[in-house]
């Protein structure tokens, strides 16, 4: 097997493209405004996103960072919404080899969707409850599953150590993630998150931040 005939001048060195990535971020991105240990946080998810501009757009609660890290470095579970956003997750960047862990594909989630009148994705989130205390939530697909994650809390479920909650589309996603940012003023019940307001999320979103969070090493 051989390389085919290189005919664009672009770049082929895996660890220069690395590098240089997080370097063009650093020089057209703004942090302004973030919590001071963000950074990292908003570097990568900018680095899996494209979007320079989604910084202004970012909400990161003052405690995020610590009471994630601190939970990941403890063991804690990752749940996630959908396979995409765990199957982005750097297994070798977790720090206690943390089980992540998605329940869509279980057998009770279409009965349980059913049965509550909603969907797949966010009937799977009350599979959650028994792992939820102390947890890490990476929600970047299903508004309707923040939405659930948000009404279970209200109802009395165990509360996570962090939420990154970045569902994406166009019908409940910005709605999803206003709740998400009032939450603690709306119910009392204050979970250290992070979200994007408006439309833009997604799975490469939601796993980006599990993996600056899961390590302080860029």
């Given at each position: 097997?051989?390389?085919?005939?290189?005919?664009?001048?672009?770049?082929?060195?895996?660890?220069?493209?690395?590098?240089?990535?997080?370097?063009?971020?650093?020089?057209?991105?703004?942090?302004?405004?973030?919590?001071?240990?963000?950074?990292?946080?908003?570097?990568?998810?900018?680095?899996?996103?494209?979007?320079?501009?989604?910084?202004p757009?970012?909400?990161?609660?003052?405690?995020?960072?610590?009471?994630?890290?601190?939970?990941?470095?403890?063991?804690?579970?990752?749940?996630?919404?959908?396979?995409?956003?765990?199957?982005?997750?750097?297994?070798?960047?977790?720090?206690?080899?943390?089980?992540?862990?998605?329940?869509?594909?279980?057998?009770?989630?279409?009965?349980?969707?059913?049965?509550?009148?909603?969907?797949?994705?966010?009937?799977?989130?009350?599979?959650?409850?028994?792992?939820?205390?102390?947890?890490?939530?990476?929600?970047?697909?299903?508004?309707?599953?923040?939405?659930?994650?948000?009404?279970?809390?209200?109802?009395?479920?165990?509360?996570?150590?962090?939420?990154?909650?970045?569902?994406?589309?166009?019908?409940?996603?910005?709605?999803?993630?206003?709740?998400?940012?009032?939450?603690?003023?709306?119910?009392?019940?204050?979970?250290?998150?992070?979200?994007?307001?408006?439309?833009?999320?997604?799975?490469?979103m939601?796993?980006?931040?599990?993996n600056?969070?899961?390590?302080?090493?860029?």
């Open positions: 097997m051989r390389r085919p005939t290189k005919r664009y001048p672009y770049v082929d060195d895996g660890p220069a493209i690395y590098v240089d990535s997080f370097a063009t971020i650093r020089r057209e991105a703004s942090f302004a405004g973030l919590p001071t240990d963000a950074e990292k946080l908003a570097v990568r998810m900018v680095h899996g996103s494209g979007q320079v501009d989604l910084v757009d970012l909400v990161v609660h003052d405690r995020l960072v610590a009471s994630a890290r601190a939970a990941l470095m403890l063991g804690a579970p990752i749940l996630c919404d959908a396979r995409m956003v765990a199957m982005g997750i750097t297994a070798g960047r977790l720090p206690a080899d943390n089980e992540v862990r998605c329940f869509l594909t279980d057998e009770r989630v279409p009965g349980l969707a059913r049965s509550f009148g909603t969907t797949r994705t966010a009937a799977a989130v009350s599979l959650w409850e028994p792992l939820l205390d102390g947890a890490v939530v990476a929600i970047g697909n299903a508004p309707t599953a923040l939405f659930h994650l948000l009404e279970m809390l209200a109802d009395g479920a165990p509360r996570p150590s962090a939420i990154i909650g970045c569902p994406v589309g166009f019908i409940g996603a910005a709605e999803s993630k206003e709740a998400l940012s009032s939450f603690a003023a709306d119910h009392g019940i204050d979970v250290p998150f992070v979200t994007v307001r408006g439309r833009r999320g997604g799975s490469a939601a796993s980006s931040a599990i600056a969070l899961a390590q302080e090493e860029e």
